[in-house]
């Protein structure tokens, strides 16, 4: 997921710099506008309609240090490969240099299965043609200061940093030849600060082009990770206060808690988003 990522983040830069280029040349001149006007609108917030296939894998491994067992998630779970999330964010500027932006979005997937092999996870053992449920909870909230080398009504490109926070609930039951229950679970809340680059582009008065790349590469005393965030988009803007558009969105994340001891999650998605924007 994190080497695919890479490659589409080559393409991403490539398309960018094509494209900011284009802005360039296209609206090249002398700018009558006034140098303290806000472009791209004082405030913006999105709402958007997340259409993503997911791949995710977890290793949980015992308290006393034994290793356990790495789960494909989608198969050995049976957790949906795609659910539909909605999405928000808001940005908003204080001038056309500097602006700050915030974002939300959950999923919460649920499975039952049959194992079909032993399964280590945590001090719980799924045996051979054990029944058991499983669910897999995530929430990414966070903000970014972003600054903007170029800005004007039709080209703008910079640099953002900021912190997300990624909220992960993992967990299993499964039904004992007794009949009882017995389950394992692990949450953590995780700290994620961000460096990316952004882009803008005007291809008319009323088609935009978007895109932004957001990466993280972590290791201190609890994790050890990297992350790859990157999403392109076009929007038509229409009524002076509203877009409407498309997006892809690819996202990578491999983390490792408490350097190996406890385990590890990878998580990753792709797909299209359909949103509405208000513009204030």
Request: net charge negative; glycine share 8%; charged share 20%.
């Amino acid at each position: 997921m994190i080497s695919g990522l890479k490659t589409l983040i080559i393409t991403i830069l490539f398309i960018t710099t094509t494209s900011s280029s284009y802005g360039f040349n296209s609206f090249s001149g002398d700018s009558t506008e006034a140098d303290d006007e806000i472009y791209d609108g004082k405030a913006q917030l999105t709402f958007g309609w997340f259409l993503p296939t997911i791949n995710s894998s977890a290793q949980l491994n015992t308290k006393a240090g034994g290793i356990g067992t790495i789960i494909n998630l989608e198969s050995a779970f049976n957790l949906p490969e795609s659910q539909q999330l909605f999405r928000f964010k808001g940005l908003y500027r204080f001038n056309n240099k500097h602006s700050v932006e915030g974002y939300y979005y959950a999923l919460n997937r649920s499975g039952a299965n049959i194992s079909s092999d032993s399964i280590v996870f945590g001090d719980l053992v799924i045996n051979l043609n054990s029944s058991f449920t499983s669910f897999f909870k995530a929430t990414l909230f966070g903000g970014k200061y972003r600054y903007s080398v170029y800005n004007d009504s039709n080209v703008e490109t910079g640099f953002s940093a900021g912190i997300s926070f990624l909220y992960v609930d993992i967990g299993a039951t499964v039904k004992l030849v007794d009949r009882t229950l017995a389950n394992e679970e692990y949450s953590d809340l995780l700290f994620l600060p961000v460096f990316g680059f952004y882009n803008r582009v005007n291809l008319s008065d009323n088609l935009i082009f978007r895109s932004n790349v957001d990466a993280f590469a972590l290791n201190i005393e609890r994790y050890n990770g990297i992350l790859l965030d990157l999403s392109i988009a076009v929007e038509y803007y229409f009524m002076d206060r509203f877009s409407v558009g498309t997006s892809y969105n690819a996202f990578g994340l491999d983390v490792k808690f408490d350097t190996n001891e406890k385990g590890e999650i990878k998580y990753g998605h792709r797909g299209f988003m359909f949103f509405g924007k208000v513009f204030f």
